[in-house]
């Protein structure tokens, strides 16, 4: 009698396959790879498992680099990416992009993998010049920067024929691409390229998910069917909410990603990780923006003001469903968790003062949220002194060497959009002072967001708004950072409008950056008119007037 074999393994991810073992086709890790502490490499990007598989080939540029194919300098650019730089990005909260899904794309896919190794590269060379403090040798750094080249025109070769199909799987393939593409011009300081390449990850997204371009207006998600393009809208969402917060203080051409609506009738009650908190403060932040640009455009009606009472009420409910949250944590968190809770409760603390603001376009508004500043100033400087340890300030570097050489780069939110709102629209002297100083001792990169830029641009718009206001005064700013605020720090007189600038906003031109261009609405023989206030030379490190 002969002997039954095994059933052929046809479907399931790959590591299944080759251990040839039924797999639980759990998207997009199994199950049965992750409880026995395998690396699931997953469906590849047109997905897979019991799903029939519609997407047509797509033609590849020949020959098709893969891992096993790396020479060695491109393996160490990868290890590098996967142990350093990979952990870096997602700093504060959890990516299922950045922690699975880059890895299982660059396995079989040679755009997303050439993207990989130029942001591995670009990382690694801001890595090893600010650890040799500039005395990093010239060819050495010209044969970095020449691979990370090489490596994003590699990238961009095998992006062709996916931008030529068009179909759901190019999609996918064009997006992860495009999401390395913006991370890797952060790294490098091309602050406009990132933008552009944000700008162009939206179109596609909008494409992917059946819309017109996300030229300005609302981009409706639709609800993702799979975790892979879950993944790859929180990642974009990410970088879209750093950069329309960089851009948050002037009035601009808008997109606003309005999330998917919840699988049930009503959204949930509560928050099981922190990721679901963060997703709850996302759709707030959209909702901010969206009113926020609507009030720039018109005249401000009963509709602007129901909607701003709808965000503070969901701010209020989030604030509820948050603590709960906490208070049902088993055991006292690690320093890591601490410092993440922390961040997301600056982010709680900024949303609820702009939504406070959102519908007003004058400067005095911001007056009334000085109880609102005194609680962010105190949650960020209790990040401060939960991280101090973090940093080594004992040989701080010039503007124009930190632009470029960021080891301690990240693309997550973390605090410095917060510290920049609060230097430059709390007008109560010693709160912003105290967040300028914040921003002074933090030598990293949020995304767009430069702590030495941002601290830069403050600085120029305390000095232009205050000038010589307090002559006479004694302010006392030498104070130290952990120091407890006084009763006449709140007894000096606060600017009048005429002072105060509107529409703040930071144009960072060149690339790498080379100029910083600082523009603002004035009040000009009894006209308010945008100006450009000053321009910043990197290399000079000096600012001139106009």
């Known amino acids: 009698m002969c002997r039954k074999g095994r059933a052929k393994v046809k479907s399931g991810c790959k590591t299944c396959k080759l251990r040839k073992v039924k797999c639980d086709e759990g998207r997009p890790a199994c199950q049965r790879c992750l409880s026995t502490g395998r690396t699931c490499d997953g ?3 047109w997905g897979g498992g019991s799903q029939a598989l519609t997407a047509k080939q797509i033609p590849r540029s020949s020959p098709a680099t893969t891992l096993a194919s790396l020479n060695t300098h491109e393996q160490l650019y990868f290890d590098w990416f996967r142990r350093r730089t990979s952990t870096k990005i997602s700093a504060t909260f959890s990516s299922g992009f950045w922690n699975t899904l880059v890895f299982q794309a660059g396995s079989r896919e040679p755009a997303v993998l050439h993207a990989l190794l130029a942001l ?15 005395n990093y040798p010239s060819a050495d750094k010209n044969q970095q920067e020449q691979f990370t080249l090489q490596q994003y025109v590699k990238a961009i070769g095998h992006l062709q024929p996916h931008f030529s199909a068009k179909d759901r799987a190019s999609c996918r393939v064009a997006l992860i691409t495009c999401i390395v593409f913006v991370c890797l011009e952060f790294f490098r300081g091309h602050f406009a390229t990132a933008q ?3 700008k162009n990850g939206l179109d596609i ?3 992917m998910q059946g819309l017109n371009d996300a030229s300005s207006g609302i981009l409706a998600l639709k609800p993702c069917q799979e975790a892979t393009d879950a993944w790859i809208v929180e990642a974009i969402s990410r970088l879209h909410i750093q950069v329309e917060l960089f851009r948050h203080l002037y009035h601009h051409s808008c997109v606003v990603l309005q999330p998917a609506p919840y699988p049930q009738t009503t959204p949930p009650d509560r928050f099981d990780s922190l990721n679901d908190a963060w997703k709850g403060l996302e759709l707030v932040y959209n909702q901010i923006f969206h009113l926020t640009h609507r009030a720039r455009q018109q005249r401000i009606t009963a509709t602007e003001q129901v909607s701003q009472q709808l965000l503070i009420t969901r701010l209020t409910q989030w604030q509820l469903m948050f603590h709960n949250f906490l208070s049902t944590r088993p055991g006292s968190p690690n320093r890591d968790m601490e410092k993440a809770y922390q ?3 600056i982010q709680y603390a900024m949303m609820s003062i702009m939504a406070d603001t959102c519908i007003y376009n004058n400067e005095m508004i911001y007056d009334s949220c000085t109880d609102k500043f005194i609680m ?4 960020l400087t209790a990040l401060w002194e939960a991280s101090t340890h973090d940093y080594d300030l004992e040989d701080e570097m010039p503007l124009h060497v930190m632009t470029t ?4 780069s990240v693309v997550d939110l973390g605090w410095l959009p917060a510290l920049y709102f609060t230097a430059v629209k709390c007008r109560v002297h010693r709160i912003r002072i105290e967040a300028l100083k914040l921003l002074r001792t933090s030598p990293h990169r949020e995304g767009i967001w430069d702590a030495h830029v941002v601290a830069c641009v403050a600085k120029k718009v305390i000095e232009l708004e205050e000038e010589n206001f307090y002559e006479g005064f004694d302010l006392e700013d030498d104070f130290p950072l952990n120091t407890t605020m006084r009763d006449k720090d709140f007894q000096l007189p606060l600017l009048p409008e005429y002072r105060r600038l509107s529409e703040v906003e930071t144009e960072l031109s060149g690339a790498p950056m080379d100029t910083i261009r600082l523009y603002g609405k004035r009040d000009q023989e009894n006209i308010t008119r945008r100006v450009l206030l000053s321009e910043y030379s990197v290399s000079e490190q000096t600012w001139r007037d106009s």
């Not at 090893?128 to 403090?133: D, F, K, L, S, Y």
């Not at 962010?376 to 949650?379: D, S, V």
């Not at 050489?405 to 301690?408: A, D, I, Q, S, Y």
């Open 43 to 45: 469906y590849g990007i």
């Open 120 to 134: 591995g590269s670009a990382h690694k060379k801001g890595v090893v010049e600010m650890g040799a403090h500039r």
């Open 196 to 198: 552009l390449h944000l």
């Open 205 to 207: 997204l909008a494409h």
């Open 343 to 345: 961040v997301v409760r």
């Open 376 to 379: 962010l100033i105190q949650e």
């Open 405 to 408: 050489c960021m080891p301690r």
